[in-house]
């Protein structure tokens, strides 16, 4: 299986070859050209063919009618610059690979039910983004989606860059998608205001030792909160949508869905109930203990703000969140505030879902896949088309900084700039584009580093198909809902009292059936593995 990609683009390769082979011999042939695009070591693992393929195969026709591609992508508003940028796409496009492109925004709060919509009523949709991988077994089913495996001949930029990974988007022979390009490690940490930190005496190295993989070590984050709070009397500690208990991803491999995961990041074969181990057992507890603190406000199993809206609003010190190297320097840009970032998770985990957890996928409606495709690759690896869907056009919503950065133009920021998405990392490459201001010069090698030093899960790879227990899954579901925030941020009486009555409902819910399916389908791609 880890062959997949290479054997099935080498195939292609050798079909197109042949064919080129009985055409006209006085016909240049593509195939003499070296590989273009990807690094000299990508290419030698696993492009070379591939950039043959692409040249000799490629559904991009200069000389036809201009094919329409419906790409659906998250933009943060509408704002005045928007048609100037759509059109500045669309002519990029035209010129390089005869394609139009039919922009169809959506925010986070309009995109699910804006695609739910869209696949059901098989409306024109060419690609777009899955951020919720537990609904591809589905979508295959309902045929929603295409097979990526049958036009691997049109993304050889893809397969240079990514290799052996995009094996991770299969279920079974489907290739359900391509993963952005964004950090891959799972790691979270907090999030706290630098000037306050400074105040009562802390710094980010102070904490160097702590880290949920032994929940022992939080409380020396009890000793900060309690500074913070005789500092600040009046002021929240700890607030925001996440709980330790959330990072269930970051601390093993959830195996998509959480119900059943191998436990120690991964490094075990064996399927449990992580909700019936110590380590949650002790999370929970520390939220419990941090609630009855008052670190947490009142209302933190309530409320709907998250942690870049409370700090921004002046009165929070901390908050939970997933992080990465450039953390700080995003949370500064969101909130206006210096922060701190403290890892609580080490160098985190790199498990499928670093690579699922987003997706570009085929729409079944596209009127032509194979062109669709080629679209994805171009605008893969196409610098030009990055920078103006995230930060808008050159020289009028940005400027390349003296050090290669993306950058405000003089006298504009946030406030009255024409469009600035900031949303690079849920499109398809985000290091192709410039990186914005504030971050360091190499913050791409960073992503690199930090995902080669991630712990690698034993089943790195493995996707289970949860069709066969999807009823199951719909109910353990709605039973965490139900009690997920208590656990996270530890508003219960008795914490085994609520920890038993949680375990017991998951399981009249079925999780022993969906822990017992995971088994056989890990065994067996275990096996397949050798």
């Known amino acids: 299986m880890k062959k997949r990609i290479l054997c099935a683009v080498l195939a292609a390769g050798m079909m197109a070859l042949s064919m080129s082979a009985c055409g006209n011999s006085s016909s240049t042939s593509s195939s003499d050209e070296p590989a273009s695009s990807g690094s000299s070591s990508e290419a030698e693992t696993s492009g070379g063919e591939s950039s043959e393929v692409s040249e000799s195969n490629s559904a991009i026709d200069m000389e036809g009618e201009p094919y329409t591609v419906h790409f659906m992508y998250l933009n943060q508003t509408e704002g005045e610059s928007y048609t100037a940028v759509t059109e500045a796409a669309n002519a990029l496009a035209l010129e390089e690979i005869n394609m139009n492109i039919d922009f169809i925004p959506v925010t986070f709060g309009t995109a699910s039910s804006t695609l739910q919509m869209m696949l059901a009523a098989n409306e024109p949709l060419d690609l777009f983004c899955n951020t919720s991988p537990a609904t591809l077994p589905s979508y295959i089913e309902a045929g929603y989606i295409l097979n990526w495996a049958d036009y691997l ?34 790691t979270f940490g907090l999030v706290a205001r630098t000037d306050i930190l400074t105040e009562v005496g802390y710094t980010a190295e102070d904490f160097a030792d702590v880290d949920a993989n032994d929940p022992a070590t939080l409380e020396k984050l009890d000793e900060l909160f309690a500074a913070v709070q005789q500092a600040y009397p009046n002021m929240t500690v700890l607030a925001g949508q996440q709980g330790l208990s959330n990072y269930v991803g970051s601390l093993t491999d959830s195996l998509g869905d959480g119900f059943g995961v191998l436990e120690n990041n991964g490094q075990t074969t064996t399927v449990t109930n992580w909700y019936e181990s110590d380590q949650f057992k002790q999370l929970v507890t520390t939220a419990k203990r941090w609630y009855d603190a008052h670190y947490y406000s009142a209302d933190a199993a309530t409320s709907q703000d998250t942690g870049e809206t409370l700090l921004k609003a002046g009165n929070m010190f901390s908050y939970l969140v997933g992080i990465k190297p450039n953390t700080a320097a995003e949370k500064k840009a969101q909130c206006g505030y210096d922060v701190t970032v403290i890892p609580l998770n080490g160098v985190g985990n790199y498990t499928t879902s670093s690579y699922t957890a987003m997706q570009y996928c085929l729409a079944n409606a596209s009127e032509d896949p194979a062109k669709a495709a080629a679209f994805y690759n171009w605008a893969f690896q196409s610098q030009e088309f990055e920078d103006l869907i995230n930060w808008g056009i050159e020289g009028v919503d940005w400027v390349e ?81 139900q009690y997920t925030k208590s656990m996270q941020f530890g508003t219960m009486d008795d914490v085994d009292a609520a920890i038993a009555e949680f375990n017991n409902a998951l399981k009249s819910s079925g999780l022993e059936t969906i822990i017992q399916e995971k088994q056989t389908q890990l065994d067996a791609w275990l096996a397949e593995q050798g």
């Not at 290799?163 to 279920?171: F, Q, S």
């Not at 398809?428 to 010069?441: K, L, R, S």
């Open 153 to 186: 001949d049109q993304i050889p930029d893809v397969i240079d860059y990514l290799g052996d990974e995009l094996n991770y988007g299969y279920i079974g022979d489907f290739m359900t998608g391509i993963g952005v390009i964004k950090e891959r490690a799972n």
């Open 401 to 481: 900084t003296e050090d290669g950065l993306a950058a405000y133009p003089e006298g504009m920021d946030s406030s009255n700039v024409g469009y600035h998405n900031d949303f690079g990392w849920i499109y398809p490459n985000q290091t192709a584009g410039h990186a914005w201001d504030g971050n360091p010069v190499d913050i791409w090698d960073q992503y690199k580093t930090a995902t080669d030093s991630a712990i690698k899960s034993q089943a790195a790879g493995f996707v289970y198909d949860s069709t066969v227990v999807s009823d199951q899954v719909a109910a353990c579901n709605a039973t965490l809902e």
